[in-house]
């Protein structure tokens, strides 16, 4: 209420100083008064930008919650990941994957608030999101300080699966392995070992999403130009925050770097399998991002 009254009022004032220059009763002391609003006026677009974002953040839950809806009367309690390496899931599915989701929605809508990204061609933004958007979820999950546990369960029948066809096909190589959450949780412990600001979080999530080597881009010069212009403010607010610390900047992108390693389907089958059910993830993201 308050935020709206202090629009209004700016803009009524606005109309009010017109019609007095116009006529030119008492403009010096309007023109006094006008130029003291014009203070305010910052602070008001920040307050809105704070609304406009809240807006797209709270459509983007109304969006993944519609979604997800018919799927959750299909969901069990404890989602338990299978492969021919074990079987393995989250130890609290529904608390960690709530969380998750929180997340999901501030890394779409951290996309959809870039001037930069928003300038992009619509098939290279979907490019990007599908092929970029688990860096840059994971480094949200490390600033919101996500701690997670998994439970391992043995199974006889995948270790006699696997005598009988000790050969991975295609599919089954890329399917999560506890191995690939460790190396999630390892990622996370390097970045919060860096214990990052929040500047450094958001050109860090900008140097991974802006990633010239996805196949099939448009715009992959400008995209370059824009990974390279993230890692530059990278480094000057390091150097800022950090004057004494001359390595923390290569750390900080081969933290950066290993979090590429972390897979798709092991973020989709650990963290949304209890939320989204069979919902395909790409079309879910995509909805998401062009929501309006």
Same mark, same amino acid.
């Given at each position: ?230 890692? =530059? ?20 992108? =081969? ?38």
């Amino acid at each position: 209420m308050k935020i709206m009254m202090i629009i209004c009022g700016v803009v009524a004032c606005r109309h009010i100083v017109t019609l007095l220059k116009l006529s030119g009763v008492c403009w010096p002391v309007f023109l006094l008064c006008y130029n003291i609003l014009r203070i305010l006026l910052p602070s008001r677009c920040v307050l809105w930008r704070r609304i406009q974002t809240t807006s797209v953040q709270d459509t983007m839950k109304s969006t993944l919650s519609s979604i997800t809806s018919s799927a959750s009367g299909r969901l069990q309690h404890t989602t338990v990941i299978v492969s021919r390496r074990g079987e393995f899931g989250l130890m609290d599915p529904q608390g960690t994957g709530q969380f998750a989701s929180n997340v999901l929605v501030k890394t779409v809508c951290f996309m959809r608030c870039s001037p930069s990204f928003s300038q992009l061609p619509p098939r290279d933004r979907s490019s990007l999101l599908r092929h970029c958007w688990v860096p840059v979820f994971v480094l949200g999950l490390a600033q919101e300080k996500i701690v997670f546990k998994v439970t391992d369960v043995p199974s006889s029948n995948i270790l006699h699966q696997i005598l009988l066809r000790p050969v991975l096909t295609n599919k089954e190589a890329e399917q999560p392995t506890l191995a690939g959450v460790y190396r999630l949780q390892i990622c996370l412990r390097q970045l919060w070992n860096l214990d990052l600001s929040p500047k450094e979080y958001a050109y860090l999530k900008g140097a991974m999403l802006f990633n010239p080597a996805v196949q099939g881009l448009s715009a992959s010069s400008f995209i370059e130009g824009l990974q390279q212009e993230a890692e =530059r403010a990278l480094q000057e607010v390091i150097h800022l925050l950090h004057p004494e610390d001359s390595s923390r900047f290569s750390r900080t992108l =081969r933290a950066a770097s290993a979090i590429q390693t972390v897979s798709h389907s092991l973020v989709t089958e650990l963290f949304f399998k209890p939320v989204i059910g069979n919902t395909n993830m790409s079309h879910l993201l995509t909805e998401m991002l062009f929501v309006h």
